[in-house]
């Protein structure tokens, strides 16, 4: 059966931005949908020691599996990759980055120190990064190319979209259609 699981980013729920409608567009086409509430045990800074075990224990991956990620949702896909035994059938990652954040310091318990790049390779199909050149936490468009120089895949750059969900910055984004798109 087709699966799709839907990670948030830092202090966010299931029902933040666009996750609920696309949960409910994968449900459409067919897909099992998760969209877990992350752990975030220390004051909503995600910490990849709570969330990956979870995911691990909790996810259900095959070679239908889709899995997209924001923001933190996205270095948590990389690891959920580079530690499953399994290709999925696709990956997307929005706003997403592989790297400690220049003045986030919350950035950093998410990451991996590095990432096996060629095993989360090996783990999945197809691979797609949706990136801004205006992203405000800095999940921008040269994080989004250093991320693709590792693993190849579909980079798609916006102009002026910030960071495609974001209360701090007023971008209530409920709708992203581009999204839906890639995955039809």
């Given at each position: ?5 839907i ?43 709570v ?13 239908e ?30 706003a ?78 409920s ?10």
């Amino acid at each position: 059966m087709r699966n799709a699981i839907i990670f948030h980013g830092s202090s966010e729920t299931p029902s933040s931005f666009w996750y609920p409608s696309i949960g409910k567009f994968l449900e459409n086409q067919g897909y099992e949908v998760w969209v877990p509430q992350l752990p975030e045990p220390n004051h909503g800074i995600p910490e990849l020691k709570v969330q990956l075990p979870f995911i691990l224990e909790n996810g259900k991956f095959n070679e239908e599996t889709t899995i997209v990620g924001h923001s933190a949702g996205c270095p948590l896909t990389l690891s959920v990759l580079e530690n499953i035994n399994t290709k999925i059938h696709r990956a997307v990652l929005v706003a997403g980055y592989a790297r400690p954040l220049r003045g986030l310091p919350e950035s950093e318990p998410i990451l991996q120190k590095e990432y096996n790049w060629e095993k989360i390779k090996q783990n999945v199909r197809d691979i797609y990064f949706i990136n801004s050149d205006n992203d405000p936490w800095k999940c921008n468009d040269k994080e989004g190319y250093y991320i693709f120089q590792h693993l190849g895949g579909t980079l798609i750059i916006r102009h002026g979209e910030g960071h495609m969900g974001s209360h701090k910055f007023n971008q209530p984004y409920s709708k992203f259609p581009l999204l839906e798109k890639l995955l039809m």
